[in-house]
């Protein structure tokens, strides 16, 4: 190349990005990728000196290759060369491209720092820029120590040029923000503030976002700023639109210097001085009378500018929540919004009323528009601005409009979207609860948000709804017999909702409710079993039948071992125990005692790891076990009703002695009040039942058998304490399965033990956090644990013994670090052995979630490349298919999320069938690399798929295929 | 090699142990304690092909990418009417889209939406101003320029200078050293 050609720009460079953009495949851009980075390296090591020109050209090549999301590991040392070079152009792209790849190499950082250090000096403002914009773009710990202590001098000296003034504020920003504890103000916090009164709007819009940050921090230092802040805004507010020239967009005066005053005003409570004070409500006032003239100008971005300031001027009027007038003067603006044709701004209006809906003043304002929010509700095309309106009818939701609210939500909620809805479910019950005028409506609401979002409605929920209605005899009547209703003519869709369910005359009762059992999930079917041995305790002509169904294969050999040992366990009880004995062990539990709503805590944790702390969530899960089953309680606690601190407690609680009393009479005939003549047998007492629900949702509590590793009316010959590993867990395949798509998660739990997963996987090795978590009171001793694999030398797992003793409530964790040397079919086994007390061994042993499908890579590749490979692997033994019937919802987002959690990429526009998913991988074993291509077409109307994967390696294909059937 | 976050504490009750293991992947204390105003800015085609990616926070590699790939499905998903807002994890996207290149800006859940929207603009305009009705081949070709002019405008996620004439004036000036330096080249490297 003649050296002539480097003059115009960088001519290799942008041959180069030309060759890219003209590669025709993925495939060919690497290849070209690879040659160009043998050529840069080559260049680099070669013995002939580069001149700087080369260097640059090089080095923004990298920089280039780095941006198309490759990873360069050379380049560096040129790169901070460059830095030295005192031609501006090379200095440029040093800076960019240590900006832009900067990783913290101690040594390099060292050559980075001399090289801004050199030039900070300079008193060349160009190189002063160029040195504090990349200490701002790095802001690492290094460059804090090296230059925390320089730049505050500079941005206060009297001769530093504006640019490089604005720089030094914003530069010293970032260094506050990565090591407040080296950026020490000090002496010159006064001149710092006095920025402000800059005479250059850059450097005052430049030093405010600064000074905002440091009055976080240290208000009382900066308090200045607060009167200096109003001067300047009252200035800027009241300048006509052309006086600020440059500063002045869309006739719009500075609108970011605007707003960020406005944002440091919000670190501050309102101004104590009167006079600054009246001048910032002028200002306020000013801004709001602004939003009702006409525009300056059409287009959007004049309005935009002119609504940011009044968007913030509005946060600051509720911040300071004190001015009435314009509270409700901001609420009023903010109607207007919600009707505005912009979808923005009523995104923005929905999202702003919000705050205003809690203070005091303007909470009446609010609720003004309520029908308008409702509409919004229905109309918004728009999901996130649906969202926001579900969250302002929450917000604005009291004693006076929850019943209109609530039956909006649940309307909104047939419809709502996926995303939203568990959040939607949560709302509905707070809102129910806390604004429940009558029992009825109460009972009405949550059943309906069952009906309607029963797959949402998260245990909480239904775990609260149960507690208030124990605690309330009042509201047992109406609620049994509505759920009895719904039970009799709805049945399919209230799941766990059977296990409430005891009214009408004993049999009909079980008839009733057994006729669902088949229909019903493994969970309340449990629930059911522990219904019946109550049935057969208040009711003992009911005996034979029940005993009848229990003894029924079905039950007994049942393959799940919670309802196979339920039935053995109820059975036994029921033909050994007296009738004392067993009106003992199913006594009545007492009523909860008031707490926070769990489902309040788990709202909150809904809306992001920040807003809850962990122990909140602590307690609040903790509440929830404790309502499930409440065993550690004793009778002492129970015979103290606490008076009710509920919303809905509108009585306190009947006495527990009360209660008691009532339970085993059949006098309470709930349908002769309501007219429902066709049940005109005697009904049981609905309040016992109720009061014994809690119990069969834990195991543990209903006989205090199941805590014991051999339980005593367990068949001895079915769990013999051993040395040996068990035989894995007959639900170890399913908890298996559970981990195809995902590497973290619980992989085991019972009433002991609860086992967490956390893994990685990088080409052919893994690593896996096992976390081990003794759930009970007392240290589990000689806890051990081995791994073992099946198969010959497929893989190789390599794992720390455990610490024997485990605490109660205390977790331990092991590393396991997994190679794979080829590809397999069977999971590792993993065996757990500890004694509790000294006594038994419990001794366990599951499949640790380790599938082939875990070393996979991601290949992305064109629709032309897939289909040609498709055609590669053609015999057929490389193909593995599958037809099979959904298990889990067919939504797309879900499927998606399990095929990339799956491991390979998810490829767009390959399959002719947008409704069909293909995914391409190559799965990493020491050995070999195995390619995969997968094809999920999915038929919505038959809820079934087919699944067809093509490997070059056969065994693969069937495993694969198998695994990935049991995910959708 | 492996990104696991060093001494992370499991609790054993489970919706716990997704906080703290499915929770958000940026450090927490970046933005509750300490304020960055914006978080990142990324450019991006109509095919999803990233033109421009600036962080101001710090993120590892890994993180970015991963980021940029949920980020960049989730805005090209919506359709051309909808809000420029979406709330994204604990964070607020404000994008827009001009011509092929949608401008997608992260900040936090109480900045402000539509100051943002028009610092998109003013970034617009001034790449407009610089290559004279710009359009993605520019910024393809001359992305170093891109950050320059970005790095004028913004530092750090916050407005440095909102003047359209200030941050041109500070670009040109670096041209003309440049220019001034490559005639000096050519004069030195090809006296023919």
């Known amino acids: 190349m003649p050296a002539v050609s480097k003059g115009d720009g960088m001519r290799g460079l942008a041959v180069f990005i030309s060759d890219i953009r003209n590669c025709k495949s993925k495939e060919a851009e690497i290849k070209r990728i690879n040659k160009e980075l043998a050529n840069i390296r080559s260049k680099f090591k070669g013995d002939k000196a580069l001149d700087g020109y080369s260097k640059k050209k090089y080095v923004c090549k990298l920089l280039f290759i780095f941006l198309l999301g490759h990873d360069i590991d050379f380049g560096h040392m040129e790169a901070v060369n460059l830095l030295s070079s005192n031609k501006y152009t090379e200095k440029q792209i040093g800076y960019l491209f240590i900006s832009v790849l900067v990783n913290s190499n101690s040594e390099l950082i060292r050559l980075i720092n001399n090289a801004i250090k050199n030039d900070l000096s300079s008193r060349n403002p160009t190189f002063m820029c160029l040195a504090l914009h990349c200490i701002a773009n790095v802001g690492s710990r290094e460059m804090a120590e090296a230059f925390a202590s320089e730049i505050p001098r500079i941005l206060v000296a009297g001769d530093t040029m504006d640019s490089v003034k604005q720089s030094a504020a914003l530069c010293l920003l970032r260094l506050y923000k990565t090591s407040p504890d080296l950026v020490l103000m000090g002496e010159w916090t006064s001149r710092v503030v006095h920025l402000l009164n800059d005479q250059h709007m850059g450097v005052v819009t430049a030093a405010i976002s600064l000074i905002t940050c440091l009055s976080q921090k240290n208000p009382d230092e900066f308090k200045t700023c607060v009167s200096l802040a109003v001067s300047r805004l009252s200035r800027i507010v009241s300048s006509a639109s052309t006086d600020l020239q440059d500063y002045t967009y869309y006739f719009v005066p500075a609108p970011w210097l605007s707003c960020k005053l406005l944002r440091l005003l919000q670190c501050y409570p309102p101004p104590e001085d009167g006079a600054v004070k009246g001048r910032l409500v002028e200002c306020l006032e000013t801004i709001l009378n602004k939003a009702q003239e006409p525009p300056k100008s059409k287009k959007v971005q004049h309005s935009n500018a002119k609504n940011a300031i009044l968007f913030e001027a509005i946060s600051l009027i509720i911040h300071y929540d004190s001015e009435p007038n314009l509270l409700v003067r901001a609420c009023n603006q903010l109607g207007q919004f919600l009707q505005h044709r912009e979808t923005n701004l009523r995104y923005l209006a929905l999202e702003s009323m919000c705050t205003l809906a809690s203070s005091e003043f303007s909470h009446e304002a609010v609720k003004t528009h309520i029908e308008t929010v409702i509409n919004a509700l229905k109309t918004e095309r728009d999901v996130s601005v649906r969202q926001r309106a579900a969250d302002l009818l929450y917000a604005m939701c009291d004693r006076s409009n929850a019943k209109q609210i609530v039956a909006e939500m649940l309307s909104y909620l047939e419809t709502a979207d996926y995303s939203i809805r568990e959040e939607m479910v949560l709302k509905v019950a707070i809102l129910a609860e806390k604004y429940a005028v009558d029992y009825s409506w109460y009972v009405d609401t949550i059943l309906n948000l069952i009906r309607i979002a029963g797959d949402y409605v998260s245990e909480e929920v239904w775990y609260r709804v149960i507690q208030i209605v124990i605690n309330r005899d009042d509201v047992q009547g109406y609620a049994a017999k509505t759920v009895f209703e719904v039970l009799l003519h709805e049945p399919s869709k209230f799941g766990r909702w059977f296990g409430s369910v005891l009214l009408g005359r004993p049999l009909v009762q079980f008839n009733l409710l057994h006729s669902k059992f088949h229909l019903c999930s493994v969970p309340t079917r449990a629930l059911l079993l522990s219904a019946y041995i109550k049935f057969i305790n208040l009711f003992p002509e009911t005996k034979a039948t029940i005993q009848e169904v229990l003894r029924c294969d079905s039950q007994i050999r049942n393959s799940d071992v919670e309802l196979q040992q339920r039935a053995v366990e109820y059975l036994k009880l029921s033909s050994i125990a007296s009738t004392d004995v067993l009106a003992t062990v199913l006594e009545e539990m007492p009523p909860f005692p008031e707490r926070e709503s769990s489902i309040l805590a788990k709202l909150k944790k809904k809306k992001g790891p920040g807003a809850v702390s962990v122990t909140e969530l602590d307690d609040s899960k903790r509440e929830a076990g404790e309502l499930n089953g409440g065993a550690d309680r004793g009778p002492d606690t129970a015979s103290t009703p606490s008076p009710s601190a509920d919303l809905l407690g509108i009585r306190s609680a009947a006495p527990v002695g009360a209660a008691q009393t009532n339970a085993g009479s059949l006098l309470v005939d709930v349908f002769s009040d309501s007219g429902c ?292 | 090699m492996f990104a696991l976050v060093a001494n992370q504490k499991v609790v054993i009750d489970w919706p716990c142990f997704w906080v703290v293991l499915g929770g958000s992947f940026l450090p927490r204390g970046v933005y509750t304690v300490l304020l960055f105003k914006m978080q990142f800015m990324l450019l991006f085609s109509r095919q999803g092909k990233l033109r421009l990616q600036k962080w101001y926070v710090p993120l590892s590699d890994k993180e970015k990418k991963k980021i940029t790939r949920e980020l960049v499905q989730t805005v090209l998903a919506r359709k051309p009417k909808m809000c420029s807002f979406l709330e994204w994890r604990d964070l607020k996207i404000v994008y827009k889209r001009y011509a092929s290149l949608y401008f997608c800006c992260a900040i936090e859940d109480q900045d402000n939406e539509l100051i943002t929207l028009e610092i998109i603009h003013r970034y617009v305009e001034l790449l407009d101003k610089y290559f004279g009705s710009v359009c993605e081949l520019d910024i393809i070709f001359n992305f170093e320029k891109a950050y320059f002019i970005l790095d004028e405008f913004l530092l750090g996620g916050e407005a440095q200078e909102t003047s359209k004439k200030n941050v041109l004036k500070a670009i040109e000036q670096a041209d003309l050293l440049q220019e001034n330096i490559d005639f000096q080249m050519r004069l030195f490297a090809a006296p023919s």
């Open chain 1, 677 to 968: 003549s066709h049940f005109p047998f005697p009904l049981l007492p609905i309040h016992s039942l109720f009061v014994l629900l809690p119990i069969c949702f834990h195991p543990c509590f209903v006989l205090g058998l199941s805590l014991h590793p051999c339980p005593v009316l367990w068949p001895p010959s079915s769990a013999p304490p051993s040395e040996d590993p068990a035989p894995p867990l007959s639900e170890a395949d399913e908890l298996l399965n559970k981990f195809v798509c995902k590497n973290n998660g619980v992989l085991f739990e019972n009433q002991l033990l609860q086992i967490g997963i956390k893994s990685e996987y990088r080409q052919n090795l893994g690593r896996m956090y096992l976390f081990y978590g003794n759930k009970t009171s007392v240290q589990f001793a000689s806890f051990s644990t081995t791994v073992s694999c099946p198969g010959e030398l497929q893989l190789n797992v390599q794992s720390k013994p455990v610490e024997p003793l485990v605490e109660g409530g205390a977790q331990i964790q092991q590393v396991l670090n997994i190679e794979c040397i080829t590809d397999f079919c069977d999971a590792p086994l993993l065996n757990i052995k500890f004694s509790r007390y000294g006594g038994a061994l419990q001794n366990l042993t599951l499949k640790l979630p380790v599938t082939i499908n875990k070393f996979f890579q991601p290949t992305e590749m064109s629709s032309s490349d897939f289909f040609q490979r498709w055609k590669q692997l053609s015999q057929p033994q490389q193909e593995a298919q599958k037809i099979f019937k959904a298990n889990h919802s067919m939504d797309t987002e879900v499927l998606k999320a399990k095929l990339l959690g799956l491991g390979t990429a998810l490829l767009d526009n390959v399959d002719p069938n947008p409704e069909n998913y293909v995914c391409a991988g190559v799965i990493q074993t020491k050995g070999q690399q195995i390619g995969c291509l997968l094809r999920l077409e999915p038929n919505a109307q038959a809820q079934m798929y087919r699944l067809t994967l093509r490997c070059s390696k056969d065994t693969v294909s069937k495993r694969l295929c198998e695994l990935l059937a049991q995910q959708f």
